[in-house]
C-alpha cells in the first residue's frame, strides 16, 4: 500500500521526506546516521564517516531530488548549485556526481566504494544497503 | 587589438574545449574535472564615469573570464589551479594571473589545510568576489568588493588551516579559517590610478597578511552569522613624476568585518559591515609623510527568487573614505542604491540587469571606481547607471 501511495505521489511530483532512501555502498560502514551527518555530507563539508571516506551522489533534477534537497539540505536546486560551484570554482571542493535517474543512483552506489545517494522509496535497491536517517 | 582578440580567443577556446570534453576524464583512475565561466558586460552612466569605463559614453569594456583544473589525487589529497584575466575600463588589460593554485589536505572533517595560492576567506563574499555567477548582482556591493582593488585582495602566496566543528543540534556548527601568506601590488589595479592622480607612478609592493574567519552555521535553517579579521603589513614605492626621484610607503592595515546571511527557500538576506584602519608613512614625497585613514563600508540586500529562471533583488552599499571626516562631503562618500533582475536560462548560462543609483564619489585616495584619468573635468554629485551582464559557466 505504502508503495503504491509512493507511486501515485510521485506521479504528481509529490515527494515527501518518507517516500526517500537514503542508499550507500556495503562498505560505508554505518546502517544509520542524524539529518545533521547527512547535511553535512552532502555539504562536502564531513568526507569520512566512521573513518572510511564517502562520497555524495546527488540526482540532476526531479521530483525525489527537490524533496530531499528541501527536507535535509534546505536548500532549492538553484541554492545547491550556486553553494557548489563557489566551493569549485574557490579550488575548496570537487564538483560530486550528478546522475540523471534513480537507476542511474544506484548503479553508480553499487559499484563505488564510499558512494551515498538517495533514491524514490519505491525503488529496489539491489548492491546497496539501506541508511535509516534519524 | 589583437591582444584583445587574442585573449577573447584564448577565454572561448579554455570554454569550449572542456565544454566538449564534458568537463571531467580520468588520468591514472583518478577523476580530473575542468570548470570554467566567463562574462560580457555593458555598462552606461548618466554622468560620470565609472569603474575606470567610458560608462558615459557606453563602454562594452567589461569583460572576464576563467578556467580551472583539478582533482582528488586521494581521498585526502586534492589538488587544483585556475586562470583568471579581465578587462574592465583599464583594470586588468587581459593580463592572465594565476587565480589560485591549492593543495589540500584534509586530515579530519574538522581539520584540514591548504597551501599554494589560496583564496582569502575574509567576510561573506571576497573569496568569490570575480564569479559573477553565483550571484544575484551583475556588481558586487562596491563598498566591500570594489572591482579596482580585486586582485590585492583576491588570494595570497601561503597557507590556510581550516575545518568544521559541530557544536550540537541545539547549536549548530562553526567554521573557521586562518590564514598567513605573502600578497602582491596590482599593476593593473586601482591603486596604480590612485597614485597616478597624486602625481606618482607605482612599481610593483608586496605584504604579509594574516587573517582569521569564524563563521557560526547556526540552528536556525538558512542563517549564518560570522566575522573576519585581517591584519596587512606592506611596502611599495615608486617615482615622484614631477621630480623623477623616488619614494617609498609602508602600510598597516587591519580590516574587521561582520556579516549574516539568511537564505530560506526563495528568500536571500545578506547584512555586512567592515571597517578599515590603515596607516601609510611615506618617504621622498614632498609634503606627505603621514597618512591615516579610517576606511567603513556596509551593505544589506534582499533578493527573491520569483521562478526558476527570474531572480529579483535590491541591495543598499554605502562606503566612508574615511569616517574622521565629514562623512555627509560628496569626497567623502559613495551611496549606491541598485535594483537588479538576474533571468538564468539555465544552468550555464544568466543574464542580469541592473540599477544603480549613486550618490558621492569618493576620496581622491579611494580607489573605489571614481577616477580623474576618466573624469577629468571633475565630478558630478550623482550618477545612475544601467549594467547588463551575460554570463555563461561550465
Not at chain 1, 64 to 71: D, G
Not at chain 2, 112 to 138: C, I, M, P, S
Amino acid at each position: 500500500m505504502r508503495r503504491l501511495t509512493s507511486l501515485v505521489f510521485f506521479a504528481a511530483g509529490i515527494v515527501s521526506a518518507a517516500d526517500i532512501k537514503v542508499v550507500a555502498n556495503p562498505s560505508v560502514r554505518v546502517a544509520q546516521m542524524s539529518t545533521d551527518e547527512l547535511k553535512r555530507i552532502f555539504l562536502a563539508t564531513d568526507t569520512s564517516v566512521e573513518g572510511g571516506h564517502v562520497e555524495p551522489v546527488f540526482e540532476k533534477g526531479g521530483a525525489t531530488h527537490e524533496a530531499f534537497l528541501k527536507q535535509y539540505l534546505g536548500k532549492t536546486d538553484a541554492a545547491l548549485s550556486i553553494y557548489y560551484r563557489s566551493l569549485v570554482f574557490t579550488g575548496k571542493a570537487f564538483m560530486p556526481k550528478m546522475l540523471g535517474s534513480d537507476a542511474d543512483v544506484l548503479d553508480y552506489v553499487a559499484k563505488t566504494k564510499g558512494a551515498i545517494g538517495y533514491v524514490n522509496a519505491a525503488a529496489s535497491t539491489p548492491g546497496t544497503k539501506e541508511i535509516a536517517v534519524r | 587589438m589583437d591582444k584583445r582578440k587574442n585573449a577573447i580567443a584564448l577565454v572561448a577556446l579554455a570554454c569550449a574545449v572542456p565544454a566538449a570534453l564534458h568537463a571531467q576524464f580520468l588520468i591514472e583512475g583518478r577523476p580530473v574535472q575542468i570548470h570554467g565561466f566567463a562574462s560580457q558586460g555593458f555598462a552606461y552612466s548618466s554622468d560620470n564615469n565609472y569603474l575606470t569605463m567610458n560608462t558615459s559614453a557606453g563602454s562594452f569594456k567589461f569583460t572576464d573570464g576563467g578556467v580551472n583544473i583539478s582533482s582528488p589525487v586521494t581521498d585526502k589529497l586534492r589538488v587544483g589551479a585556475q586562470i583568471y584575466i579581465r578587462s574592465i575600463g583599464t583594470l586588468g588589460q587581459w593580463h592572465p594571473e594565476l587565480d589560485w593554485a591549492v593543495a589540500d589536505y584534509k586530515f579530519k572533517d574538522w581539520f584540514g589545510v591548504r597551501a599554494g595560492k589560496v583564496k582569502t576567506t575574509l567576510g561573506l563574499y571576497n573569496d568569490t568576489q570575480d564569479l559573477e555567477f553565483l550571484h544575484t548582482w551583475a556588481i558586487l556591493p562596491q563598498s566591500l568588493y570594489p572591482l579596482d582593488l580585486r586582485a590585492v585582495t583576491i588570494s595570497h602566496l601561503g597557507g590556510d588551516i581550516y575545518g568544521e566543528i559541530p557544536v550540537n543540534k541545539r547549536l549548530g556548527s562553526l567554521s573557521y579559517t586562518a590564514y598567513a601568506g605573502r600578497q602582491f601590488d596590482d599593476k593593473y589595479g586601482g591603486f596604480r590610478d590612485v597614485s597616478l592622480q597624486q602625481g606618482r607612478s607605482r612599481a610593483g609592493g608586496t605584504g604579509w597578511i594574516a587573517g582569521v574567519d569564524l563563521r557560526w552555521n547556526s540552528p536556525v535553517p538558512g542563517l549564518t552569522v560570522g566575522g573576519s579579521w585581517l591584519h596587512e603589513s606592506a611596502v611599495s614605492g615608486g617615482m615622484v613624476l614631477a621630480r623623477g626621484t623616488p619614494y617609498t610607503f609602508t602600510k598597516e592595515d587591519q580590516t574587521a568585518v561582520f556579516y549574516g546571511d539568511y537564505m530560506r527557500g526563495n528568500l536571500h538576506l545578506t547584512g555586512e559591515y567592515s571597517r578599515n584602519p590603515r596607516t601609510f608613512r611615506f618617504a621622498g614625497v614632498p609634503g606627505l609623510q603621514l597618512l591615516r585613514q579610517k576606511g567603513l563600508a556596509w551593505s544589506t540586500s534582499v533578493a527573491y527568487r520569483v521562478s526558476k529562471h527570474l531572480e529579483l533583488g535590491t541591495y543598499h552599499s554605502r562606503f566612508i573614505a574615511d569616517a574622521n571626516k565629514d562623512w555627509s562631503a560628496l569626497s567623502n562618500h559613495i551611496y549606491d542604491q541598485t535594483v537588479t533582475a538576474r533571468v538564468d536560462i539555465d544552468r550555464h548560462w544568466n543574464f542580469k540587469a541592473e540599477g544603480h543609483f549613486i550618490d558621492g564619489y569618493g576620496s581622491i585616495n579611494s580607489a573605489h571606481g571614481f577616477y580623474l584619468a576618466q573624469n577629468p573635468h571633475g565630478y558630478q554629485p550623482k550618477t545612475n547607471m544601467l549594467v547588463l551582464r551575460a554570463g555563461f559557466n561550465f
